[in-house]
């Protein structure tokens, strides 16, 4: 079992930037693949960045690449979306998730994810 909870979340104009974490309580965080979605208003949850238990082998949608970054903190049990050059549809609430299967490669279903994060409001002002 691990919790998971986001922070760092706000309001930004376009153009801007804001870096989200996601603390984990497992004392075994590099079981855990770890990926982030979001859900905008209306919308379904979508797939936005993973990365697999080294902190390597990056996955992005092709919305985010080039402008986010999916890095990870082994000792402090922490991983991070660097968001730039933020649109205003890059607002919605945003999620940390954990995958404690045996993939090797990120997965960007949610279904392959176990645990989830309440998530936290990011919106970009035009």
């Known amino acids: 079992q691990v919790q998971l909870v986001e922070s760092g979340g706000g309001l930004v104009q376009a153009g801007g930037s804001l870096r989200l974490s996601c603390a984990a309580s497992?004392?075994?965080?590099?079981?855990?693949?770890m990926g982030w979605f979001r859900q905008a208003p209306g919308k379904e949850r979508e797939f936005v960045a993973a990365?697999?238990?080294?902190?390597?082998?990056?996955q992005y949608a092709d919305s985010v690449k080039g402008r986010f970054t999916i890095s990870r903190d082994n000792a402090k049990n922490t991983v991070f979306l660097q968001m730039s050059s933020l649109k205003p549809e890059d607002t919605a609430i945003y999620y940390c998730?954990?995958?404690?299967?045996?993939?090797?490669?990120?997965?960007?279903?949610?279904?392959?994810?176990?645990?989830w994060g309440k998530g936290t409001q990011v919106t970009v002002s035009s």
């Open positions: 990365i697999n238990r080294s902190g390597g082998n990056p």
């Open positions: 998730a954990a995958d404690q299967t045996l993939s090797v490669v990120p997965g960007i279903s949610a279904r392959a994810y176990d645990y």
């Open positions: 497992a004392r075994t965080f590099t079981y855990y693949i």
